[in-house]
């Protein structure tokens, strides 16, 4: 079967969850197998094992956590080069997109980015990305010398446990690193203070845009999220105002999210954002244009002020939880 390996980024070992999305995919197309770097990446193991990697390469010096892709990068070259896999896929994360550029560039291969989807073709891969934000996919067949590296997108696949996964194959690497050549390094790191569920994790969200008129006004949306137990997120009209942090942003530019629920007010709905959003399973709108695009999404849309109706909405809540 096919090589597929899985570019497994790890936070104090713990994989990322786009990292188990990849693996889920990876045991469809071959033989999955992962390579985690950085401190503390062994304890990933079990996890990346039940997800189905067969095999996971470990190396957990401290530069490939403090030292940004150049490491990884000389590393994997290596891997590939010796152990010769088929697909190389990789999160479409911050990290992800500086490893795998780096990579093909280095491997003078193919690199498709923002993914959605990988199936098997004629011997080789045929790659799904969304184009115009969504409204036209393509699917690309790339015909130079393996392997194909590949940027997915979070959320394109549902992270499942493999069905009668055993323990992987570890294989624990000593390779020496070089860090003597200039190179860019973390300074330092910064922990966001959040309350709340993670807005790509969360099974509510409740988003505003342009049309909630002013920053201040998103404590409304602070109040009504707390009550349903849901993440906030903005569209990038809010992020380049300035009024929210660019981690709030949903869209194209942005996070991809499905929640359960997604509540949009003040948002009209253009293309960036709703590639970011429409795979939510129940979408509910309030904009004053009777005319906004996001009312072709949504399962309930309601024309009105999101300042007359989400004050009413929260009271309608707080009253049935018997607040």
């Not at 891997?79 to 896999?85: S, Y």
């Not at 036209?136 to 549902?158: D, F, H, N, Y």
């Not at 993440?231 to 499905?258: C, E, H, L, M, N």
């Not at 959003?277 to 072709?296: L, Q, V, W």
Request: charged share 20%; aromatic share 4%.
């Amino acid at each position: 079967m096919a090589g597929v390996w899985v570019f497994a980024e790890t936070v104090d070992g713990v994989p990322k969850p786009v990292v188990l999305e990849l693996l889920t995919k990876a045991r469809a197309l071959g033989d999955a197998a992962a390579i985690a770097l950085g401190p503390g990446a062994s304890k990933s193991a079990a996890t990346l094992g039940q997800y189905g990697a067969q095999k996971v390469y470990i190396h957990e010096d401290p530069a490939f956590r403090d030292v940004l892709a150049t490491p990884a990068v000389d590393l994997l070259a290596r891997l590939v080069e010796k152990e010769q896999p088929d697909l190389v896929i990789f999160g479409m994360t911050y990290e992800g997109r500086d490893v795998a550029s780096r990579l093909s560039a280095r491997l003078g291969t193919a690199l498709i980015a923002n993914a959605t989807d990988v199936t098997k073709r004629d011997g080789g891969w045929a790659i799904v990305s969304p184009m115009f934000g969504g409204s036209l996919l393509v699917t690309t067949v790339p015909k130079t010398k393996g392997p194909t590296l590949v940027l997915i997108r979070p959320k394109a696949v549902a992270a499942e446990p493999a069905g009668s996964a055993g323990a992987p194959d570890v294989q624990t690497l000593t390779d020496p690193v070089q860090t003597s050549k200039p190179v860019a390094r973390v300074l330092r790191r910064e922990t966001e203070k959040a309350s709340g569920p993670k807005l790509e994790d969360a099974t509510i969200i409740v988003s505003g845009g342009r049309g909630l008129g002013a920053p201040e006004n998103f404590k409304m949306l602070d109040e009504l999220a707390a009550e349903l137990g849901a993440a906030v997120g903005a569209s990038r009209a809010v992020v380049d105002a300035g009024w929210k942090p660019y981690s709030f942003q949903i869209g194209q530019t942005g996070k991809t999210v499905k929640p359960t629920v997604y509540i949009a007010l003040g948002i009209s709905g253009a293309m960036q954002h709703t590639v970011g959003m429409k795979g939510a399973r129940t979408i509910i709108a309030i904009n004053k244009d009777p005319e906004a695009p996001i009312f072709k999404l949504a399962d309930l849309g309601v024309v009105g002020d999101v300042h007359k109706i989400v004050p009413q909405l929260i009271q309608e809540v707080r009253s049935r939880k018997g607040k």
